[in-house]
């Protein structure tokens, strides 16, 4: 078996908490995130998929790594980094948010969590808004601080993690509704349990406040779970595609606004608050937008993998678009796609060409999310 020693990017990649614990659990791969290591290889990524819409699976997410803002003008600075309306956001509750540019392009789709009146965690998907927040600071004039806090996730998804969560917390951590947290202990270790993942099933986030104890929390979470289904694994990339989740930098970046996301719903250009980007997402509104987020359904031999490229799209032998995330789902037994085209191809049903890394192959608009469309074993 691989010793962790094996992986080695030099020092400037860092090792999670939990990085040996991964790696004697089956550990295979790992792919850089955030500056760090995440696990992306536990054997058969068909079978880690079944394990997490069957089962339950844990996940070393310490990649999301937290910014943290505190002071007397924690909330509005944080109000200013993101067009999502957080006025009514309560002590204890996290929000999915947008922070955009001044272009109003997307640099990050984070959960954001309050864990007190001025104490904010931006829980991060791959890109550097520790940096930004602390350039945005500089001259605004307010009274915060902005840190990366010792703070290490792991995600516990799949319908059996509430049962699981049970035997680990007792009864009342199933009273913890959707997008909300607690701060809590387990064997005296620091946590934060939040209700949120990114898997489309039924999960949990377990937010550990002390990196020293990131072996002993990862072995006891398996010692429990594994009599009740837990197997350790990575998040999946199948299961996301079919949830129609983001992975940024695959499916949005800079250049991506979010409107041609269809993520309207979290664009307040009416509230009264200010924020980075507010006057080039009401032009945007305004002018509406040349290409949208399609999900696709590709008539060809199952993927064998998800795609390491961007596929161009074509109609009437123009390039159009291009896709942006692919994979074979076995349980609907197609191949499936996110894609960015342009408007005029982007009504469901509309019959476009995708050049894929072995040839162009036929491909049909659908409506997306593929599975679940409303959620319903998130929220459950």
């Not at 599975?371 to 929220?379: F, N, Q, S, V």
Request: proline letters at 5%; hydrophobic letters at 40%.
């Amino acid at each position: 078996m691989n010793q962790p020693d094996d992986f080695g990017f030099g020092t400037q990649i860092r090792k999670s908490p939990y990085f040996d614990a991964t790696v004697r659990w089956g550990a295979k791969g790992f792919s850089v995130y955030n500056h760090m290591y995440i696990p992306r290889d536990f054997g058969d990524p068909e079978q880690n998929f079944w394990n997490l819409v069957n089962d339950a699976i844990l996940c070393d997410v310490a990649v999301e790594r937290q910014v943290e803002i505190t002071g007397v003008d924690a909330a509005r600075f944080v109000q200013m980094l993101t067009c999502r309306d957080l006025s009514k956001m309560k002590v204890g509750q996290c929000k999915y948010i947008l922070i955009t540019n001044e272009h109003g392009g997307l640099l990050n789709d984070p959960v954001l969590l309050r864990l007190g009146d001025n104490h904010f965690w931006i829980s991060l998907a791959d890109s550097d808004i520790l940096l930004w927040a602390q350039g945005v600071a500089v001259h605004a004039g307010m009274n915060i601080t902005i840190a990366e806090p010792d703070v290490s996730p792991l995600q516990l998804q799949g319908p059996k993690s509430g049962h699981i969560m049970k035997a680990l917390f007792g009864e009342g951590i199933g009273d913890l509704k959707y997008y909300w947290l607690r701060q809590m202990e387990l064997k005296g270790i620091p946590l934060v349990v939040s209700r949120t993942g990114w898997s489309s099933e039924l999960g949990y986030e377990i937010y550990l406040r002390d990196g020293s104890r990131g072996d002993e929390l990862w072995e006891h979470i398996m010692a429990v779970g594994q009599p009740l289904g837990l197997k350790p694994g990575h998040t999946s990339s199948i299961r996301r595609i079919e949830g129609g989740m983001l992975s940024y930098h695959a499916d949005a970046d800079r250049h991506t606004n979010p409107f041609e996301l269809g993520l309207d719903r979290l664009v307040n250009l009416d509230m009264e608050a200010d924020f980075i980007g507010k006057a080039a997402l009401q032009q945007i509104q305004a002018d509406g937008v040349a290409r949208r987020q399609v999900g696709l359904v590709l008539d060809a031999e199952p993927l064998t993998g998800p795609n390491t490229s961007f596929w161009p799209i074509v109609d009437a032998d123009s390039t159009v678009g291009q896709v942006t995330s692919a994979v074979y789902s076995p349980r609907l037994e197609q191949n499936i796609a996110l894609a960015m085209v342009g408007v005029e191809q982007a009504d469901v049903g509309t019959e476009l060409v995708v050049h894929t890394a072995t040839g162009p192959v036929s491909a049909i608009v659908v409506d997306y999310p593929f599975y679940d469309p409303k959620k319903a074993l998130t929220t459950q």
